[in-house]
């Protein structure tokens, strides 16, 4: 009964209503579990992780896709970021975009396919003239007796095998056509994807890396931090300045092909911007096919066009990208080179075009760790004179009388 009175006397006091239940408390009641429990339990998430990836791989395609944007436009909205807000930066940059990609996107599309249809139309008569110009030079390699066949036997088995690719090509080209014909909306989708996950990678960078740092223990949450800043600067570093010096490439490549008179000029560029991707080797891939066109045109031509794009090359590669990315990558050129040859192998173009960021990734992290990690041996050292044993969790050349650690960095006294 006393106690049916203290409740009802709470009850009537307004703490809670009379026959209810008490509030729910603010805090949280633990519940213990066993290492095993724990190591199953983040197991388990683990492979539902996973699965979720594997049956919806929309979700990593946006993810990675939106992470690259953002490694992009982090660049230019850190430089805004000195002079302004940093939201202030992001809305620039991504309003920036968005005017890029609804006014000047179209144009270049429309003027490419123009140029590419013109091409298609002119393939036949390039075919004729260089089928001409090579009729008489085997005319007169035939003639020195340096080859056997005649003229005719050589262009009917090429007619043969030009007519086989390029029916192989055509059903490549129409297959293309109708998958991004019916893909549209979908493509549409992905690209708004791109961009709603990029910036909100922006504008939550803070939130997430300090969820990162509350992953690990709290005297390694300044490592981590310091990883992340690495990270970013490399990263962002290199794919922006990536950016705008295939932009130049390509701009460049087209006003000088239009001042030259060569055709195509704005396709051409674009194909240079897009080979110029790939180190090294995307200066000269971009500039077979503007050589070849220019041969239509005249010798001369073909030689100034080659000129043109060895100035590119050079000025990319000794004053652009020093410039603009500095020591994003700090890696040798022959590492770099056989990097993209790996890549290539591996994954084909997309993993040539993704060579270089993962060799700037493993730099960071070759670099991160390597200050840090250290051997830590439980062996006797300087045993037999006068040595002392080295417990288990003491590395060798540490001092633990004195309490201090000497660098990992130098080599042990054993």
Same mark, same amino acid.
């Given at each position: 009964? +006393?106690?049916?009175?203290?409740?009802?006397?709470?009850?009537?006091?307004?703490?809670?209503?009379?026959?209810?239940?008490?509030?729910?408390?603010?805090?949280?009641?633990?519940? =213990?579990?066993?290492?095993?429990?724990?190591?199953?339990?983040?197991?388990?998430?683990?492979? +539902?992780?996973?699965?979720?990836?594997?049956?919806?791989?929309? @979700?990593?395609?946006?993810?990675?896709?939106? /992470?690259?944007?953002?490694?992009?436009?982090?660049?230019?909205?850190?430089? %805004?970021?000195?002079?302004?807000?940093?939201?202030?930066?992001?809305?620039?940059?991504?309003?920036?975009?968005?005017?890029?990609?609804?006014?000047?996107?179209?144009?270049?599309?429309?003027? +490419?396919?123009?140029?590419?249809?013109?091409?298609?139309?002119?393939?036949?008569?390039?075919?004729? *003239?260089?089928?001409?110009?090579?009729?008489?030079?085997?005319? *007169?390699?035939?003639?020195?007796?340096?080859?056997?066949?005649?003229?005719?036997?050589?262009?009917?088995?090429?007619?043969? *095998?030009?007519? &086989?690719?390029?029916?192989?090509?055509?059903?490549?080209?129409?297959?293309?056509? %109708?998958?991004?014909?019916?893909?549209? @909306?979908?493509?549409?989708?992905?690209?708004?994807?791109?961009?709603?996950?990029?910036?909100?990678?922006?504008?939550?960078?803070?939130?997430?890396?300090?969820?990162?740092?509350?992953?690990?223990? &709290?005297?390694?949450?300044?490592?981590?931090?310091?990883?992340?800043? +690495?990270?970013?600067?490399?990263?962002?570093?290199? !794919?922006?300045?990536?950016?705008?010096?295939?932009?130049?490439?390509?701009?460049?490549?087209?006003?000088?092909?239009?001042?030259?008179?060569?055709?195509?000029?704005? %396709? !051409?560029?674009?194909?240079?911007?897009?080979?110029?991707?790939?180190?090294?080797?995307?200066?000269?891939?971009?500039?077979?096919?503007?050589?070849?066109?220019?041969?239509?045109?005249? =010798?001369?031509?073909?030689?100034?066009?080659?000129? @043109?794009?060895?100035?590119?090359?050079?000025?990319? /590669?000794?004053?652009?990208?020093?410039?603009?990315?500095?020591?994003?990558?700090?890696?040798?050129?022959?590492?770099?080179?056989?990097?993209?040859?790996?890549?290539?192998?591996?994954?084909?173009?997309?993993?040539?075009?993704?060579?270089? =960021?993962?060799?700037?990734?493993?730099?960071?992290? @070759?670099?991160?760790? $390597?200050?840090? !990690?250290?051997?830590?041996?439980?062996?006797?050292?300087?045993?037999?004179?006068?040595?002392?044993?080295? $417990?288990?969790?003491?590395?060798?050349?540490?001092?633990? *009388?004195?309490?201090?650690?000497?660098?990992?960095?130098?080599?042990?006294?054993?």
């Amino acid at each position: 009964p +006393a106690v049916a009175r203290a409740a009802g006397g709470v009850a009537a006091g307004g703490r809670w209503p009379a026959g209810g239940a008490a509030p729910p408390r603010d805090e949280v009641s633990p519940i =213990p579990i066993s290492p095993r429990v724990r190591t199953g339990l983040v197991v388990a998430g683990l492979v +539902a992780l996973l699965w979720l990836l594997w049956s919806a791989p929309t @979700v990593p395609r946006l993810l990675l896709g939106g /992470g690259v944007l953002a490694l992009v436009l982090s660049f230019p909205v850190r430089l %805004l970021s000195r002079r302004m807000p940093r939201p202030l930066a992001i809305l620039l940059v991504v309003a920036g975009l968005l005017v890029v990609a609804a006014v000047v996107l179209p144009l270049l599309i429309v003027t +490419a396919v123009d140029q590419l249809t013109q091409l298609v139309g002119a393939v036949p008569g390039y075919a004729a *003239e260089a089928e001409t110009w090579l009729r008489g030079v085997l005319t *007169e390699v035939q003639r020195r007796g340096w080859m056997a066949q005649g003229p005719d036997d050589v262009f009917s088995r090429l007619q043969e *095998e030009a007519i &086989a690719r390029g029916q192989t090509a055509a059903q490549w080209l129409l297959g293309q056509a %109708l998958g991004a014909a019916s893909g549209t @909306v979908g493509t549409l989708f992905q690209l708004f994807g791109f961009l709603f996950v990029a910036v909100y990678l922006l504008a939550d960078f803070g939130r997430f890396k300090r969820a990162s740092q509350g992953l690990v223990a &709290a005297r390694y949450r300044d490592d981590v931090a310091m990883l992340w800043r +690495a990270l970013d600067q490399s990263l962002s570093r290199y !794919l922006g300045g990536l950016l705008l010096s295939v932009t130049i490439q390509g701009v460049a490549a087209t006003v000088a092909l239009t001042l030259l008179g060569v055709p195509y000029a704005l %396709l !051409l560029g674009l194909w240079m911007s897009v080979t110029a991707v790939l180190p090294y080797v995307g200066a000269f891939l971009g500039a077979i096919p503007a050589v070849a066109a220019a041969l239509f045109v005249s =010798p001369l031509t073909a030689v100034g066009v080659a000129l @043109v794009y060895l100035a590119i090359n050079q000025f990319e /590669g000794n004053l652009l990208t020093p410039r603009i990315q500095g020591d994003a990558v700090r890696v040798h050129p022959l590492l770099i080179f056989l990097a993209v040859v790996a890549g290539g192998q591996v994954a084909g173009l997309l993993g040539a075009a993704l060579a270089v =960021p993962a060799l700037a990734i493993g730099r960071v992290m @070759v670099d991160f760790f $390597g200050e840090r !990690l250290y051997v830590r041996r439980g062996e006797m050292v300087g045993a037999g004179s006068g040595g002392r044993a080295l $417990g288990p969790g003491t590395a060798v050349g540490d001092d633990p *009388e004195r309490g201090v650690r000497a660098d990992p960095g130098r080599s042990s006294p054993g």
